[in-house]
Nanobody, 128 residues
Framework: QVPLVESGGELVQAGDSLRLSCAAS????????MAWFRQAPGKEREFVAA????????FYADSVKGRFTISINSAKETVYLQMNSLQPEDTAVYYC?????????????????????WGQGTQVTVSS
């Protein structure tokens, strides 16, 4: 497992933008798959976005496609989630996840069970 630390969550207004960061310590992520999941109160954790660190291939949930962007800063060993046009339904605890396994099919990126390292989460609240 890899220690992951998220930051950037806060209370914003509908329509605002926010950038979340996920930093790892003491690891090289060139062979990792990284993802963001979120969990709203009373709901199950759901997939938001994922990226293959080496190839740069990205995947998004339909609900955030066109509004959210996942990116990597390899020099800083950090993954970002840029969130634009935020809506109240985006309110949730956002979790960063990492997987050291090689995904043979794109469907694995969407499955939280495929990730073996998780951060503590950062709260994003969007008011209307």
């Amino acid at each position: 497992q890899v220690p992951l630390v998220e930051s950037g969550g806060e209370l914003v207004q509908a329509g605002d933008s926010l950038r979340l960061s996920c930093a790892a310590s003491g690891r090289t992520f060139s062979d990792y798959n990284m993802a963001w999941f979120r969990q709203a109160p009373g709901k199950e954790r759901e997939f938001v976005a994922a990226v293959n660190w080496s190839a740069g291939t990205t995947f998004y949930a339909d609900s955030v496609k066109g509004r959210f962007t996942i990116s990597i800063n390899s020099a800083k060993e950090t993954v970002y989630l840029q969130m634009n046009s935020l809506q109240p339904e985006d309110t949730a605890v956002y979790y960063c996840a990492a997987s050291s396994w090689r995904f043979s099919d794109s469907r694995y990126y969407y499955n939280s069970d495929e990730y073996n390292s998780w951060g503590q989460g950062t709260q994003v609240t969007v008011s209307s």
